[in-house]
């Protein structure tokens, strides 16, 4: 299934991201990661592509084990850095050939080590203009972007940030998916913001339920959203007990996709860091059906 028909219609699409680990032991953990929910059908299972394209050839080896071992649709990451535009054909060549009708076009970090992105030679800047080149070379594949409520880091502004996120859509870009947020109002006022300046593309919240404060204060520094105060003294709190912190992150969680579905979302997009439990304790706590065809999901859900 592409992304252009996951959500056709008002139809809800669960998803979830991983990542290409590095160790044989990792490969075995997400084997049984992706078995665990693959349970929940998915509409898709993304996986990223690593910095400098160091996993890109991994990223399509994942893609091909969800789809022959799970049947379930996979969505590559994509990214401009370090390749001119003739390998970039290349790669999206090698992606269709792997059988890959999704890609998540993202202009990418610079590489480690590196403090500024930097445009390879005949390469591209923006991820609009990886949109544009998809669209043009691979017509029918399904493209989503990425989107920041709190904005990117690197942008000087708000409106700038979202005039970003409206070219990509206007570049051929399917769905927009939103970086990891913790306050919801951030995610309306963008979607809003976005509906204002005639995006009608789904705009799907991203979610990353916090099971380890060290780890989600890293990533959170690196996209620029903030975690609320009542969040992090209730984290600090327990910061030495596991389990403590994985159920205040989870109910938190859940409670923000409570709201977010009330809202008519069109999808939740969960950033399951290679993990499950936390990703099926929410969906079992939201009463979400595990089905193959999600249908137009009632309104309200997610309420008791």
Known sequence: MRLQQVYAGGR?????????????????????????????N????????????????????WCQYIQDQHQVPATAH????????????????????????????????????????QVAPDGLAHASQLVTLIREQFPDMGIGVAGYPEKHPESCDLGSDLQHQVQKVAAGADALFTQLFFENRHFFQ??????????????????????EYARIVRISSMCGSDIPLRLAVRLEEVQHDK???????????????????????????????????????ILQ????????????????????
């Open 12 to 40: 809800f699409g669960l998803s979830f991201e991983i990542f290409p680990p590095k160790t044989p032991e990792g490969d075995a953990a997400l084997r049984t990661t992706l078995n665990e929910l693959a349970v929940w």
């Open 78 to 117: 994509f990214t401009c850095v370090g390749s001119s535009r003739n390998e970039l054909i290349q790669w999206l060549q090698a992606a269709s050939d792997s059988g890959v009708r999704n890609i998540m076009a993202l202009r990418g970090d610079a590489p480690h080590g590196e403090t500024k992105f």
């Open 190 to 211: 963008f979607r809003n913001r976005l509906h204002e300046l005639g995006v009608t593309v789904p705009i799907v919240p991203g979610i990353m339920p916090i099971t």
């Open 243 to 281: 389990v403590a912190q994985f159920e205040i992150g989870v109910q938190f969680a859940i409670e923000q996709c409570r709201v977010l579905l009330e809202e008519g979302i069109p999808g939740i997009h969960f950033y399951a860091l290679n993990k499950s439990p936390e990703c099926s304790r």
């Open 42 to 61: 998915p509409a898709f299972i993304s996986c990223t592509y690593g910095a400098g394209g160091s996993t890109s050839r991994q990223t399509l080896d």
């Open 285 to 304: 706590e939201l009463e979400l059906p595990q089905t193959s065809d999600w249908g137009i999901l009632p309104r309200p859900l997610g309420t008791r």
